[in-house]
């Protein structure tokens, strides 16, 4: 068999085809292995769910009737698989966590005993006129005060921006107790665009070089980030700056640096990331689906410890 010489140059790499979506990733997902970066820390986890009858409003009494019983209980079987997954979240991002779980009912009481390096919020199931006004009051009394980093979830972060003067409402600007069904809701991965890329919790973001992020957040300022709500603040509360929007939500993150605090706060579920990553029977199938949200938070941590 006679072998021919072949020009080098002349060779042509077959053509990939380049996914559609964005910025013409490369059609394989590199390998991440996620190290624990952060040395110890002390996080208080807030449970804002409601808990017992004791907590329930006179509204939620009236609407909920002889269903209340089981209202509850599904309300603390979803608040012990949310809080669990906050957990597990910080146990995988840090060496030395240290966790303790209060309800927002006991908050200031147990943030004074444990002093925590932060605070995270959990999200809440129920709409917020469901709640005691007394057990909204001492919350709003403690976020006021309080120098502890803290970081709010979904339901975390209305309850901020309820307590320093927005209003929650639905994604289509109507009153919680108008349309309590049938909402209009932002579900599953969606995307969000950043405003202010220069805010310490997407540091790297401008870096060329980093492999953190991806390449359609450090092009493109886009976050992908797991969404469940149905509710939203209708506006940024003063102090606060808006860091995040999306189409149907326009505050999807904010934070404020003032009078002595340091509050960050989401609409999205960004601890959702290692529960979909640890999920994946291989590694090859985009363990990083919500990469975003893991990086948010463990930025976050460290922004609480040197704060």
């Not at 509204?59 to 909920?64: G, P």
């Not at 669990?84 to 303790?100: A, D, F, G, Y």
């Not at 509710?231 to 999306?246: I, K, N, T």
Request: with cysteine.
């Amino acid at each position: 068999m006679e072998i021919q010489e072949t020009n080098p140059t002349e060779v042509q790499a077959p053509e990939i085809e380049a996914l559609p979506f964005p910025f013409n990733q490369q059609n394989f997902c590199r390998y991440e292995s996620i190290e624990k970066t952060i040395g110890k820390v002390r996080v208080l986890i807030v449970d804002n769910l409601l808990r017992d009858e004791n907590d329930l409003s006179d509204i939620a009494r009236k609407e909920l009737g002889r269903s209340t019983h089981s209202q509850l209980k599904l309300e603390r079987q979803i608040a012990s698989m949310a809080l669990q997954n906050i957990v597990t979240n910080i146990k995988r991002l840090v060496q030395e966590p240290i966790t303790e779980i209060a309800h927002v009912s006991e908050l200031a009481k147990v943030a004074d005993k444990f002093e925590p390096d932060a605070i995270v919020l959990s999200g809440t199931l129920r709409d917020f006129d469901f709640y005691k006004s007394e057990l909204l009051a001492g919350f709003t009394d403690f976020i006021h005060t309080t120098r502890v980093p803290v970081l709010g979830i979904c339901g975390g972060h209305q309850l901020i921006g309820l307590s320093f003067g927005a209003r929650v409402v639905t994604l289509d600007q109507q009153e919680q107790e108008k349309r309590r069904t049938n909402r209009v809701t932002e579900y599953q991965y969606r995307f969000v665009r950043i405003v202010e890329p220069e805010d310490p919790i997407f540091n790297g973001i401008d870096n060329p070089e980093s492999r953190v992020w991806q390449d359609y957040t450090r092009e493109g300022r886009i976050l992908r980030v797991w969404q469940n709500h149905g509710l939203q603040l209708d506006s940024v509360p003063e102090g606060f700056q808006l860091l995040a929007r999306s189409y149907l939500c326009r505050n999807q993150m904010m934070v404020k640096r003032s009078d002595n605090q340091f509050i960050y706060s989401v609409q999205f579920h960004l601890e959702k990331s290692f529960e979909d990553w640890n999920r994946n029977r291989t590694r090859w199938e985009h363990p990083n689906e919500s990469r975003d949200g893991r990086l948010l938070f463990e930025n976050f941590l460290k922004l609480a410890l040197a704060y």
